[in-house]
Antibody, heavy 118, light 110 residues
Framework: QVQLQESGPGLVKPSGTLSLTCAVS?????????WTWVRQPPGKGLEWIGE???????NYNPSLKSRVTISVDKSKNQFSLKLSSVTAADTAVYYC???????????WGQGTLVTVSS | QSALTQPASVSGSPGQSITISCTGT?????????VSWYQQHPGKAPKLMIY???KRPSGVSNRFSGSKSGNTASLTISGLQAEDEADYYC??????????FGTGTKVTVL
């Protein structure tokens, strides 16, 4: 079964760029799925960030679109998130998830906490 | 794109039934049968409980059911158990290849 694992720095300075990677195991990233990023600020709700298909097609949350880049590395079976010009408001647990073309999110990675602080 | 509206908290006694509402607009919940529900225990990743309004993934208890009327979707948990105490989030397709989550509901088993 497909499993996802996030990785990346847990601390990012304000105005810097947050960079995370999600490794996919148990299945191919080139399968018919969209690969998604979702975040959750401490004590708050879930927010959809965006997604990518193995072809490179992307969809982004309009509220974050100007700062977000999602990319895919088929050779490593992983996809990545970059969020630029971060502020304290970007502090959150970041999850990666699979979205089958059939429109739900499953499975999810365990999540990784990223704190924006100097 | 605004978050879907859920009650902050819902509670019930063991064995009772509770219903969590998820209110959107005619641009999201009202236009598509693409509502899903997720259960999240503290410190854990969300878990898919319902998809496409009312379908249950394999392995999810039949005590969980979903429905939709107009711009509001609902999740009902029947025969409430202690293990059901968690946060629950709805999610809907919002058009233009975007997705929106609900504000989340904390379920407490009394």
């Amino acid at each position: 079964q497909v499993q996802l694992q996030e990785s990346g720095p847990g601390l990012v300075k304000p105005s810097g760029t947050l960079s995370l990677t999600c490794a996919v195991s148990g299945g191919s990233i080139s399968s018919t799925n969209w690969w998604t990023w979702v975040r959750q600020p401490p004590g708050k709700g879930l927010e959809w960030i965006g997604e990518i298909y193995h072809s490179g097609n992307t969809n982004y949350n309009p509220s974050l679109k100007s700062r977000v880049t999602i990319s895919v590395d088929k050779s490593k079976n992983q996809f990545s998130l970059k969020l630029s010009s971060v502020t304290a408001a970007d502090t959150a647990v970041y999850y990666c998830a699979r979205r089958p073309v059939a429109n739900w999110f499953d499975p999810w990675g365990q999540g990784t906490l990223v704190t924006v602080s100097s | 794109q605004s978050a879907l509206t859920q009650p902050a908290s819902v509670s019930g006694s063991p064995g009772q039934s509770i219903t969590i509402s998820c209110t959107g607009t005619s641009s999201d919940v009202g236009s598509y049968n693409l509502v899903s529900w997720y259960q999240q225990h503290p410190g854990k990743a969300p878990k898919l409980m319902i998809y496409e309004v009312s379908k249950r993934p394999s392995g999810v208890s039949n005590r969980f059911s979903g429905s939709k009327s107009g711009n509001t979707a609902s999740l009902t948990i029947s025969g409430l158990q202690a293990e059901d105490e968690a946060d629950y989030y709805c999610c809907s397709y919002a058009g233009f290849s975007t997705w929106v989550f609900g504000t989340g509901t904390k379920v407490t088993v009394l």
